[in-house]
């Protein structure tokens, strides 16, 4: 008896692991796209310098409306019909109350829009922190350096290039395809509502969005040694969360338990210890399913068995946080915290501050209620600053998807094409409004030097990343 129960155990042990090995062994690459090695006709000069050019102006926007330098965004916008003199001749014009362009390249059908987004504001700089001016256009050793040059006035001049190039040789595009200029993203201007709203009374159904966002990367994934080129098919939401705590105050030499710093500070650490459960969302999902299959086999076998693994890559993501952490689930970052305004003074009112990335299972609501219970305090008073939804989830299964994936592949040759979830914010969430093709790819092959630079100190971009962002729109162009 004991003995056939030790059998049957044993049988079941044995056929456990067969099943998760032959899921490992099995767990191989998709096909990828056919590369074309059609070549794409252009002067890379040209596009180096349009881009040095535009990197020359001080486009800084700042919160604080009054430190802007208007004549800088003027200088810009009157230098692009000179840089790109046959996208001028061949699109239409239209301007909203905000500052930021829409150009209509008029197709053979209107009915499969196009609309090619990119921003040519840029976020301030701390020049002392540079080892050249930052707006000065330099280039040496093959490098150009500036503020923006990866932050995207790259896709600008990419998309610029390919349309100006394109029209010249009298290219006339299948549908009508819109290029929309932000000159306010990096404080979330009103560009992108404004032109949503307009594409929505006019009834214009975008059949693709492309937007800045993933790029192609080395070392994200683990595992995978090929450079990823990762299209963004979602974006994470986000709250600005204030905790405030009050007291009578007092003088600090005979405090009473639980003042206002205290606790916050219980209030954060219960946050900080319960995390917010992991929730694989289809972006997620999808990246895992088409990466894990490049990756090593110890890998794959947890990727390849997320039905019984699912909990060891939640204990991993939680012990390492960082972006695969950040992938997973909705996460709460402590940034700012203030008490009384003296040493010795206890503050009448305490506050912190939380920014939280909401998953794509998450809402505003959901995520604060959560907030609520975890801290479970009602003399802490919870305060939303600022919030926004996770964006809809954009199609994988399409032709639009479909012809980015090519583009990127005929140009980035040997890249792996995944889809992912966009931690950060972009202006494209807007579009969810009026379509479900949205996709999040800034066309640069990036360092991790370069990838440093965006936001940082000394952002700059080897050149010929500048030609093949060209490359890039001009394939994908010629498909719209
Ligand atoms: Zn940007």
Known sequence: MFNNILFVVLGLIILFFAVIIIRALCFKPYKQPVVSNETVDFDRDVAVENLRQLVMCK???YTDKSLEDEKEFDKLLSLLPKLYPNVYANTELITFKSRGILLKWK???SEKPSVMMSHYDVVPVNEEGWSVPPFDGVIKDGVLWGRGTCDTKITLNGVMTAVDNLAKQGFIPENDVYLAFSGGEEVNGEFANETVDYFDKNGIVPELVVDEGGAVVENVFPGVKTPCALVGIAEKGMIDLKYTAVSNGGHASAPKPNTPVV????????????PFKMHLTVPVRRMFDVLGRHSTFVYKLIFANLWCFGWVLDLLAKKSGGEMNALLRTTVAFTQMEGSSAPNVLPPEAYMVSNMRLNPSDTVVSAFNEIKKKVSNDKISLEILHSVNPSRISQ????????????????YKGAI?????????????SYGKISDKVYRFSASDFTKEERAGIHGHNEKIRVDVISRAVEFYIRLLKTC
């Open 59 to 61: 486009t800084i926007s």
């Open 263 to 274: 606790s916050l500070a219980k209030a954060c650490t219960k946050v900080e210890k319960k």
């Open 417 to 429: 094409v995944s889809p992912y979830l966009m931690v950060q914010c972009s202006d494209s969430r």
């Open 396 to 411: 994988v299964d399409c032709d639009s998807y479909r012809k980015v994936e090519s583009a990127i592949i005929s140009t």
């Open 107 to 109: 197709g053979k059908s």
